[in-house]
């Protein structure tokens, strides 16, 4: 995401050439690629190691069970990050959530990982369509156990649009690090630059890292993206293109989201997606809609140093979405909502979560 973070800053000085570069290159403006889901040809089914998607599709398929003796209390479907894949996703927190008896599976999603059309941009229909299937493939297989589904910063977005579209079989579902970046929040000047960069040169790819915002405290956890094969370094401009009008309707979505118990996880230190971005978006959802704000805790959220006690607070919710969280993260959350809308950094901008580490 850190990639959107510098089209916004570069959106000052590019503005006036972005608008002439507009009417010259036109006529030879290029279209950003897409590779949606295909037309149905089959069930989809839950498979061993994959989901197949009603178009043939294979979506690599990923599970964490709880240690041996430990009974499943709870079935979870982890939706990644942006540029992450399930393998990695499913490391660190998951670990505390397995030893409470969550039992979370994950897929990589179109365009990521190991699943179909990697490095392009599925769409965002695709997305929460797969998510959807995904989700009743597996209430099917466990209709008596509770059913909670997760997104992280680029999943969350995808998450919601999965729920706004249609009910989901879930008993409850998690935001974590949302990635809620409109346009009306970016602005025209860096919406438009970004719009010619994606028209123009649409396979552009661009490597990650943008200043000093890093997406952890944990480092080990940001090298082990870096040394990971299956994580997506060089991110293409149309694909961040994408990723923008997936969070803008995110966004646009969120005051009719999400029709379950719904908990939103954010980290006070959070640079790649700021807080103050989504505080006014998260205070037009649902009233049962719940925050737990973590003074302490960056973008990866059960990836930083504080993962247990945010894996420890998502178990207590799982158990009981009204009562009280074990950190007070909850408290803290629902203090900062009431607080008058902060301004946005004036140096931020949705290119953090195109090219920060499971952004």
């Given at each position: 995401?850190?990639?959107?973070?510098?089209t916004r800053?570069?959106a000052?000085?590019?503005?006036?050439?972005a608008?002439?570069?507009?009417?010259?290159?036109g006529a030879?403006?290029?279209?950003?690629?897409?590779?949606?889901?295909g037309?149905?040809?089959?069930?989809p089914?839950?498979?061993?190691?994959?989901?197949?998607?009603a178009d043939?599709?294979?979506?690599k398929?990923?599970?964490?069970?709880?240690?041996?003796?430990?009974?499943?209390?709870?079935?979870?479907?982890?939706l990644?990050?942006?540029n992450?894949?399930?393998?990695?996703f499913l490391?660190?927190?998951f670990g505390?959530?397995?030893e409470?008896?969550?039992?979370?599976?994950?897929?990589?999603?179109r365009?990521?990982?190991a699943?179909?059309?990697r490095?392009?941009?599925?769409?965002?229909?695709?997305m929460?369509?797969?998510?959807?299937?995904a989700?009743?493939l597996?209430?099917?297989?466990?209709?008596?156990?509770?059913?909670?589904?997760?997104g992280?910063?680029?999943?969350?977005?995808?998450a919601v649009?999965?729920?706004?579209?249609?009910?989901?079989?879930?008993?409850?579902?998690m935001?974590?690090a949302?990635a809620?970046?409109?346009r009306?929040?970016?602005?025209?000047?860096?919406?438009?630059?970004?719009?010619?960069?994606?028209?123009?040169?649409?396979?552009?790819?661009?490597?990650?890292?943008a200043?000093?915002?890093?997406?952890?405290?944990?480092?080990?956890?940001?090298?082990?993206?870096?040394?990971?094969?299956?994580?997506?370094?060089?991110?293409?401009?149309?694909?961040?293109?994408?990723?923008?009008?997936?969070?803008?309707?995110?966004?646009?979505?969120?005051?009719?989201?999400c029709?379950?118990?719904?908990?939103?996880?954010?980290g006070?230190?959070?640079?790649?997606?700021?807080?103050?971005?989504?505080?006014?978006?998260?205070?037009?959802?649902?009233?049962?809609?719940?925050?737990?704000?973590?003074?302490?805790?960056?973008?990866?959220?059960?990836?930083?140093?504080?993962r247990?006690?945010?894996?420890?607070?998502?178990?207590?919710?799982?158990?009981?979405?009204?009562?009280?969280?074990?950190?007070?993260?909850?408290?803290?959350?629902?203090?900062?909502?009431?607080?008058?809308?902060e301004?946005?950094?004036?140096?931020?901008?949705?290119?953090?979560?195109?090219?920060?580490?499971?952004?």
């Amino acid at each position: 995401m850190k990639m959107l973070h510098r089209t916004r800053r570069a959106a000052r000085t590019l503005a006036p050439a972005a608008l002439l570069g507009a009417a010259l290159l036109g006529a030879v403006a290029c279209a950003p690629r897409v590779q949606p889901a295909g037309p149905a040809i089959g069930t989809p089914l839950l498979q061993e190691e994959a989901i197949l998607a009603a178009d043939g599709a294979l979506l690599k398929l990923r599970r964490r069970d709880p240690p041996t003796g430990v009974p499943v209390r709870a079935v979870l479907l982890a939706l990644h990050g942006f540029n992450d894949h399930s393998g990695n996703f499913l490391q660190d927190g998951f670990g505390r959530l397995a030893e409470g008896g969550v039992l979370t599976y994950a897929y990589d999603q179109r365009g990521f990982g190991a699943s179909p059309g990697r490095t392009l941009w599925a769409g965002a229909e695709s997305m929460a369509a797969d998510a959807a299937t995904a989700l009743r493939l597996l209430r099917a297989r466990y209709p008596e156990t509770p059913l909670f589904l997760i997104g992280e910063s680029m999943g969350a977005s995808v998450a919601v649009l999965a729920a706004t579209a249609q009910p989901l079989p879930v008993d409850g579902m998690m935001l974590m690090a949302p990635a809620f970046w409109s346009r009306a929040e970016i602005g025209p000047v860096a919406v438009g630059a970004f719009w010619l960069l994606a028209h123009t040169l649409p396979a552009l790819a661009f490597p990650p890292g943008a200043g000093d915002i890093v997406a952890s405290d944990n480092m080990e956890a940001l090298r082990r993206f870096g040394r990971d094969p299956l994580t997506i370094k060089d991110t293409r401009i149309d694909a961040a293109w994408g990723l923008l009008d997936l969070m803008d309707r995110a966004s646009l979505n969120l005051p009719g989201c999400c029709g379950v118990p719904t908990l939103v996880l954010q980290g006070a230190k959070d640079r790649v997606v700021p807080p103050s971005v989504t505080q006014g978006q998260l205070a037009q959802m649902r009233p049962d809609t719940r925050l737990a704000r973590y003074p302490d805790g960056l973008h990866l959220l059960l990836r930083d140093s504080i993962r247990d006690r945010v894996a420890d607070d998502i178990l207590a919710w799982m158990a009981a979405t009204r009562a009280p969280l074990p950190s007070g993260a909850d408290q803290v959350g629902a203090a900062w909502l009431g607080r008058p809308v902060e301004p946005a950094p004036s140096l931020a901008g949705p290119a953090e979560v195109a090219r920060a580490p499971g952004g």
